[in-house]
């Protein structure tokens, strides 16, 4: 729908979360959403639009997380998002009960906004080997027709075929604080002709402390970018068809004829409390945090505004 929609003229993506999501620990333009901007923007560009990915993320030195801020999806980031990243995972660990509640009710949330975006989970650890595994794909599956997906960075990268287990027998710790390399590459492809020696290695890095590094928010951004890029060829594909069967793919995909979801037609919720996730509109939220890219929301009015009665 975004390909062919005339008046839309930019592609957003719209993350909320923690300090990971941030970038903290690192220069902005090394965080993975500034990263995937650069590299699947162009593909944008091609079409005539322009990549927006926002960033809403937070420290928890505040004490908010994902069991407050997912109600606030919609002043975090656009309504209009496209896709919506959530990244407060490092928060889940050890709640064997909400986070999956939560989860759910985002992703029901979401499509409760105008543009129905897929919620997609950034995790920078392991896939549980414990009955949590199976919950994720129990989520997973019950919200694939809505494009939930789950990325668990760890996991990917043992996926590659480097062999880890061996390194940590010979005392190597790629995710170790500070360590340059993650066993494939040494550098980021932008790192590759820097000249300043420190800045250099600082690209080279992994994992900062708890937060990744350049280098892991690089193979972040190309995880992305690559499945994105997939459908759009897959969405290229079908709008193809269209002009070869003689019809206009900008009426067959009109964002006019996009489906409106009720709470009656999404599935019957597995984890999260009905009274909250089975609703017919996204929730809204008394929000401080800065940047936020959506809605006011409710807010505080001054005592001498005209509109605190």
Request: some cysteine; overall charge negative.
């Amino acid at each position: 729908r975004a390909l062919v929609t005339e008046d839309q003229t930019e592609f957003i993506i719209g993350t909320i979360g923690s300090s990971v999501a941030a970038g903290h620990d690192n220069c902005q333009y090394d965080n993975y959403e500034n990263q995937l901007q650069r590299t699947f923007g162009p593909v944008w560009e091609a079409a005539g639009m322009k990549l927006i990915h926002q960033n809403s993320g937070q420290g928890g030195g505040c004490g908010d997380d994902y069991r407050n801020q997912a109600y606030c999806v919609k002043q975090n980031v656009s309504p209009n998002v496209d896709i919506v990243h959530y990244t407060w995972t490092y928060f889940e660990v050890g709640d064997d009960v909400d986070k999956y509640a939560i989860r759910e009710s985002l992703v029901r949330w979401t499509q409760m906004l105008p543009r129905q975006p897929p919620v997609h989970v950034l995790n920078v650890l392991h896939l549980p080997h414990t009955q949590h595994q199976f919950q994720e794909y129990d989520l997973g599956t019950l919200y694939a027709k809505y494009g939930y997906n789950a990325f668990y960075m760890r996991t990917a990268y043992a996926n590659g075929g480097y062999d880890y287990q061996k390194d940590e027998q010979n005392g190597i710790d790629h995710f170790s604080p500070q360590y340059v390399g993650d066993g494939y590459h040494n550098v980021t492809r932008y790192g590759k002709n820097e000249e300043n020696p420190d800045r250099k290695e600082s690209l080279g890095v992994v994992m900062r402390n708890w937060h990744p590094g350049p280098l892991a928010f690089e193979f972040i951004s190309d995880t992305f970018a690559y499945v994105y890029s997939k459908a759009v060829l897959k969405a290229l594909d079908m709008i193809q068809t269209q002009m070869m069967a003689s019809l206009d793919p900008r009426e067959t995909y009109s964002a006019s004829k996009r489906p409106i979801l009720r709470k009656t037609v999404l599935p019957q919720p597995k984890f999260c409390d009905s009274a909250y996730c089975v609703v017919d509109e996204a929730p809204g939220c008394l929000n401080f945090e800065k940047p936020t890219f959506g809605y006011w929301g409710a807010k505080i009015e001054d005592s001498n505004d005209g509109l605190n009665p």
